[in-house]
């Protein structure tokens, strides 16, 4: 842990760039001065502070907010670079990362309040608990950053990149690394400082799930883990036939995770114990559970998206997306995955008609994330994007 001297709001703006590291905040293309303010304008706007809306990665979007006829696009704000992570909404402000910036706009307008430069690329979610923006880099570290100014609280220097979205539960901070010794770190939240660590055999990217004092996660290694979230022992290790790069999602005690092996699986939050098991027709992303149904989509060409049944795993629908699903759904009316062809796309819960679509200029990897009446997505373009 590497605590920093605290910058001043005046010098947190200073960061605002649409350029490179040291760039002066407001200078726009056409030597224009960007819009600033310190404060956002609608607070009430928010309900999605971290990966998947909450600890347990459930993907349900129902309390933050719903999209329900085709949207037009509200604004379109340049990043550092692509965009690979799910935006946090959180009190009226967005927090995403993209090239090596984490930046937060202002949900209505998506004028920038500031932004933060950070060492490697940023790959990972970013959570905020507690008036704190914690985002993980490529650079092999984890960030603490003030949610009111970007200002650096502490930084720990882990293993490997952390690409897998940090999740933060009871004052700690569960983070993973890609690196070929992976690792699950646990940190304190306030501090920084190492709890404990657990290694596995090779990459994880990822991100952790906690129920009931357990964290749950996937890794490269072909495994589905169990650690215990006190000391960081481990409860259970299930085996797969191939690598586990899908974040699990923890329901009514069970976890469901993709595989690369084209299977989604359920398995027993308290033995790993298989409780069914689920053929797709390709590389299966992290799946979405809501309302005893588990929404998941296949990247592949000839991308899908299913909802099963989350006691049994039986079909209830799929669609034929004809491009790769490329990130985990939002659900709250209905299913929104985001595609290789750079669409969002809306689909009914309950037989997965199609509602609405909605385009950016690249791919979209980062989960279109749902927020009062508008959605958020993240472009591979290097934009932030808002719909409404």
Known sequence: MNPPARPTRRGALLTLATGGAGALAGCLGDGSEEPTREAPLDP???????????RRNTGDADAAGSVDAEPAERFRVRTDGPVYASPAVVEGVVYVGGGRRV???DATDGVRLWSAEVRGAVRSAPAVVDGTVYVGTRGDRLYALDADDGGERWHFDANGPVDAAPVVSEGVVYAATRATEGRVYAIDADTGAERWRFGTAYRVISSPAILDEVVYVGGWDSAVYAIDAGDGTERWRVGTEQPVLSSPAAADGTIYIGGNDETVYALDAIDGGERWASETNGIATTPG????VVYVGTETDAGRVYALDADDGSERWRVDAGTAITTPPSVADSVCV???DGSVVAYRRDDGTERWRIGTDG???ATPTLAGDAVYVGSTDGSLYAFD
């Open 338 to 340: 985001g595609r290789r």
């Open 103 to 105: 930046d937060a706009v």
């Open 289 to 292: 559970v809501v309302d005893g």
């Open 44 to 54: 009430a706007v928010g309900g999605a502070p971290t990966f998947q809306y909450d």
């Open 363 to 365: 791919e979209v990897r």
